[in-house]
């Protein structure tokens, strides 16, 4: 069965500094990839998605992510936080068809002054 | 443009209870899924719709839960009777034409309390 895996539950970083949150699935072809933000109290919004092509994801809010067949990787990142990117992070996973998605536990993010 | 429209946003019910919620997709939208989020259980689709007609309900918990979507503007999740392990928050969320999992719009979701 399909799974994603984000590592870290918690991560804190200063603002201005960059960020690398990470996730990574386990399945036998390449899926389709989601990087989703929840902000407190409020619903999901799509960051950026990869299905294929660049390897290279540009999103919304200054975030890019690079798909790693390799190391079947999909990190989200940012060169410089903000402290209004407080929030929530989850990796999404969708095999493809008809598949539903899949999403990862989450990575809540604190940035500090 | 207004986004998903969820209703109550808070919900506190006394066991045996039922709770309806209700959600208002974005105009123009056909794909509409109703999630629930706990801290065990992250993140988890329930059921959608595409273009009212129920595709997928294999989500759906047990019995007590059912799903209508009488028109393209209106959906609600009901659950009857409730009990303290529903206590969870309940999102909706919605997807333009030919997109369904791929680009889906949330709602603020619906905070459930089942005491």
Excluded at chain 2, 88 to 93: D, G, L, N, S, T
Excluded at chain 2, 95 to 103: A, D, I, L, M, Q
Aim: neutral net charge; glycine residues 8%; charged residues 20%.
């Amino acid at each position: 069965a399909q799974s994603v895996t984000q590592p870290d539950i918690h991560i804190t970083v200063s603002e201005g500094a960059s960020l690398e949150l990470r996730c990574n699935y386990s399945y036998g072809a390449t899926p389709y990839l989601f990087w989703y933000v929840q902000s407190p109290g409020q619903g999901l919004q799509l960051l950026l998605k990869y299905f294929s092509g660049d390897t290279l994801v540009q999103g919304i809010k200054g975030f890019e992510a690079e798909f790693k067949r390799s190391q079947s990787s999909f990190n989200l990142r940012k060169p410089s936080v903000h402290w209004s990117d407080a929030a929530e992070y989850f990796c999404a996973v969708r095999p493809g068809g008809y598949q539903k998605v899949t999403f990862g536990t989450g990575t809540k993010l604190q940035v500090i002054p | 443009d207004a986004g998903v429209i969820q209703s109550p946003r808070h919900e506190v019910t006394e066991m045996g209870q039922e709770v309806t919620l209700r959600c208002k997709p974005i105009s123009g939208h056909d794909y509409l899924f109703w999630y629930r989020q706990t801290m065990m259980r992250g993140l988890e689709l329930l059921i959608y719709f595409n273009n009212n007609v129920p595709i997928d309900d294999s989500g759906m918990p047990e019995d007590r839960f059912s799903a209508k979507m009488p028109n393209a503007s209106f959906s609600t999740l009901k659950i009857q009777p409730s009990e303290p392990r529903d206590s969870a928050v309940y999102f909706c969320a919605s997807s333009p034409p030919g997109t369904g999992y791929n680009e889906q719009f949330f709602g603020p979701g619906t905070r459930l309390t089942v005491l």
